[in-house]
């Protein structure tokens, strides 16, 4: 396997950060508003019913933020979330994209604005990411097991 050009530092920032996602999925009595916060590599049973109550088996969670890991004004990262979310409607279609945020828990690195796009294959979610110049995205299949796949 080829070795990434992302510092080993970044990548350790990534598999510890939170990623957070404010759901409101309608379980068949109403809408139930929650949080989900994905941890790389461990398994999420929020992630896994929000699968069975929307009928996906994957999601990507991305950001179009600070490019390569390099901070960009927040006016510079807000237009780059506009610009994905339109991106994201596109290859998804409407009600399958939630808003969220990767967050470092320490609070060295400021929180990104970020979206989780049920049924979004890794293919497709790799290929976006690059689009958008980012270092990584968190993936999860069936098993709701976020994954962090590394782009460089």
Request: hydrophobic share 40%; aromatic share 10%; net charge positive.
């Amino acid at each position: 396997m080829p070795q990434s050009k992302i510092d080993g530092g970044l990548i350790a920032a990534y598999r510890s950060a939170r990623y957070r996602v404010d759901q409101q999925v309608d379980y068949g009595r109403g809408f139930a508003p929650g949080a989900i916060i994905l941890r790389i590599d461990q398994y999420s049973e929020p992630l896994s019913q929000l699968f069975s109550a929307s009928g996906h088996r994957s999601a990507a969670f991305i950001t179009a933020c600070n490019p390569f890991g390099q901070v960009r004004s927040p006016e510079i990262n807000q237009e780059a979330c506009v610009h994905l979310f339109g991106k994201l409607r596109s290859l998804v279609g409407p009600g399958r994209i939630i808003e969220g945020e990767g967050f470092d828990p320490c609070g060295k690195w400021p929180a990104e604005k970020s979206f989780l796009a049920l049924g979004l294959d890794l293919k497709a979610s790799s290929a976006l990411g690059k689009e958008f110049g980012q270092n990584a995205i968190v993936w999860a299949g069936a098993d709701a097991i976020p994954r962090l796949i590394l782009l460089r």
